[in-house]
């Protein structure tokens, strides 16, 4: 027995010498085949682990704290391009050295799938890519993939008040990443997802060409468009167009717990929010927290709208649709639309444009995250089920969001359109659980474990066939590929519907005509056909 496990361990050691001798060459070849441009400015974008700005150019775009630890593995090296040309050059070594590509715009990937690897790696960071150029009289923009949504909301505002774009919150999210898993907003039920209004992109392939809409063809346009970029090319930039939106709106927040009806409430609410005129979007927040009044767990369930109106008209609308809310003139603000992103993340509205261009995010929380998708209202006893749940956790520490999709134009979508296939349903619902720095790694997993309840007691209330996922909200949980080697259709299907339906054999066909040597590979993406016989 003993002896057994020392030459295993041997043979182990020898193996990950092997690993660590390959990919050392594989660096070296990587980094010698880069120096080999042409292009002499080409060091200045190189950073290796002897570079002292290194952790800080890897962490600054690292957004969830919990892969801000020395155990997350790094990059052998990071490029930050400042012209297509270096990228070119950064496939084309890639492929020849055999490290593995990871594309970071702005890092919010849920399992951090732009910046970790399991196999040696580098990270081709697209945050100089960032510019913004609005077209107001064609009411379209070309936004670069580094861009941030704060950054190009704000480019668009700057043009003209009254033009907006259908995407999400967070002021530091890229571009790049999420308009290419999809990107839903306040606007989403009224006009649609990001990735809806994607008219023309700019992308380079495997083999180095720089295509437009035009030259890539419809199937890698339809790809891209909610399918992961990232699986398939390099995204430099979008055409997209923009949406009306009036310059000023108004606002409520509206907080009741469980001892205030909250269930009733809800219940009402997923009734009610489909049919709401278009311009009112309520969403729900959950947090979990303690009563001031009976010192017990309990939940927060927070009203949070949006009004593309006035005050009286809004309390008007609400008295007639919502009478059970009890909105007051009071609870209700008029702002910018603009405002309207710190205000629904509980931020302050006063300083906008520091809110929108600041490329710090408002916080770096430790977490991990779900998503589900609602056909049909729960029933009462579900949302107590799922409500007494998320008050099992201290105060704040287990939340959710619920968004409106129903009764729009998400239900006259067809599910086929682009690779997003979550089209006919009620509400998405966001799942999340954090933990703080100093909590040992025996509450970590006290909370992942959580959150898979959690999870379960959800999955009780949405269709199961399959349970659908987001692909925005990368879940390993799911299933992911094999490391090292081939990974089967079928293996890759595990993740595969979940985030795409039916249209994940599109996908993996798409794959196979523009990667069929899988260069652009990561643990959720699309395997090529095998035995793919090009024509
Ligand atoms: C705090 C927070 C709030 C969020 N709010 C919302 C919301 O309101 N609505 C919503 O829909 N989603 C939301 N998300 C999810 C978000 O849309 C996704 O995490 C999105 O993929 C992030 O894009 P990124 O560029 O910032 O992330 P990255 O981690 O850089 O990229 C995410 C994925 O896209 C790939 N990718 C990135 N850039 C490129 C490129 N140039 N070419 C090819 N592939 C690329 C990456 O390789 C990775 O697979 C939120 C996430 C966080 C952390
Ligand atoms: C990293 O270090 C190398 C070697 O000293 C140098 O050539 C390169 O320019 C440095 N990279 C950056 C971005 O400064
Ligand atoms: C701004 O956009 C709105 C909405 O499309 C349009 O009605 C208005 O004419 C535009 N204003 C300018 C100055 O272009
Ligand atoms: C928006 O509100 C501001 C401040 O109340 C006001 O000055 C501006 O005229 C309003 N804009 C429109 C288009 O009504
Ligand atoms: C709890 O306290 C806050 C702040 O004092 C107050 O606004 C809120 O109404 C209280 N909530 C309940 C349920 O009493
Ligand atoms: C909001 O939409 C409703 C119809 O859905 C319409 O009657 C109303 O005028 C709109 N309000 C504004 C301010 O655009
Ligand atoms: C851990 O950190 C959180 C957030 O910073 C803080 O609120 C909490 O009191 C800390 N707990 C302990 C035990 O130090
Ligand atoms: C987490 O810890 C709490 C308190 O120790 C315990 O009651 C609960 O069962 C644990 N939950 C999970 C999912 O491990």
Redesign the pocket.
């Known amino acids: 027995m003993m002896k057994k496990l020392q030459i295993s361990f041997a043979f182990l050691l020898s193996i990950s010498c092997a690993i660590a001798f390959a990919s050392d060459q594989q660096e070296n070849a990587f980094l010698s085949c880069l120096l080999s441009s042409e292009d002499t400015t080409i060091s200045s974008i190189i950073y290796t682990p002897k570079n002292s700005s290194f952790l800080s150019v890897l962490d600054f775009y690292i957004q969830n704290s919990q892969f801000l630890t020395p155990e997350t593995p790094k990059p052998k090296v990071i490029l930050t391009p400042v012209k297509e040309s270096q990228i070119q050059k950064a496939i084309l070594c890639g492929k020849t050295s055999g490290l593995q590509i990871r594309i970071r715009s702005g890092g919010h990937d849920f399992a951090g799938s732009s910046y970790i690897s399991e196999v040696p790696f580098f990270v081709l960071d697209m945050f100089n890519f960032k510019s913004v150029s609005v077209d107001p009289e064609s009411r379209t923009a070309w936004v670069g993939a580094g861009a941030t949504l704060g950054e190009m909301y704000y480019s668009i505002y700057k043009k003209n ?2 033009l907006g774009f259908p995407a999400g919150y967070w002021p530091t999210v890229a571009a790049g990443g999420h308009i290419t898993g999809g990107g839903y907003g306040a606007l989403t039920r009224q006009y649609g997802i990001a990735a809806d209004h994607v008219i023309d992109a700019r992308v380079i392939d495997v083999n180095g060409r720089i295509l437009d809409r035009a030259s890539m063809g419809e199937d890698l346009f339809w790809a891209i468009r909610g399918g992961v970029g990232a699986n398939f090319v390099v995204i430099l930039s979008y055409k997209l167009t923009l949406v009306d939106v ?3 709106v108004t606002v409520f927040s509206v907080t009741r717990t469980l001892e205030q009806n909250a269930i009733q409430l809800v219940y009402k609410w997923q009734h009610v929010a489909p049919t709401l005129p278009i311009n009112l979007t309520i969403s729900l927040q959950f947090t979990s927290t303690i009563s001031n009044q009976t010192g017990k767990a309990t939940i927060n369930a927070i009203f949070i709208s949006v009004y593309r109106g006035g005050v009286d008209e809004l309390l008007s609308v609400v008295g007639e649709y919502f009478p059970e809310l009890n909105l007051k003139r009071e609870d209700c603000t ?1 702002m ?1 639309w603009i405002q309207y992103f710190p205000f629904h993340i509980g931020r302050p509205i006063d300083n906008i444009e520091e809110f929108l261009t600041s490329r710090v995010p408002p916080s770096k929380p430790y977490f991990t995250a779900k998503a589900d998708f609602a056909k049909d209202p729960i029933p009462e006893k579900g949302l107590e089920e799922i409500l007494y749940k998320l008050s099992e956790v201290p105060s704040l520490i287990g939340q959710m969001e619920w968004t409106i999709f129903g009764g729009g134009i998400m239900e006259e979508i067809p599910e086929s359109e682009i690779p997003f296939p979550h089209r006919g349903n009620l509400f998405i619902m966001f799942e999340v659980v954090y933990w703080y720095e100093n909590d040992t790694s025996a509450v970590i997993q006290n909370r992942t474990n959580w959150l898979r309840e959690l999870h379960d007691v959800i999955g009780q209330y949405v269709p199961n066939n399959p349970r659908a996922a987001y692909a925005n909200y990368r879940d390993l949980d799911l299933g992911v590929n094999n490391v090292e080697g081939e990974t089967s259709i079928e293996q890759a299907r595990t993740w595969g519907a979940p985030y795409f339906k039916n249209n994940f054999d599109r996908l993996v066909q798409v794959k196979t005509q523009v990667d069929p040597d899988n260069f652009f590979k990561n643990e959720q993406s699309f395997p090529p056909l095998p035995a793919y016989s090009s024509y």
């Open positions: 008040s009254s009036p310059e000023n008029e910018l």
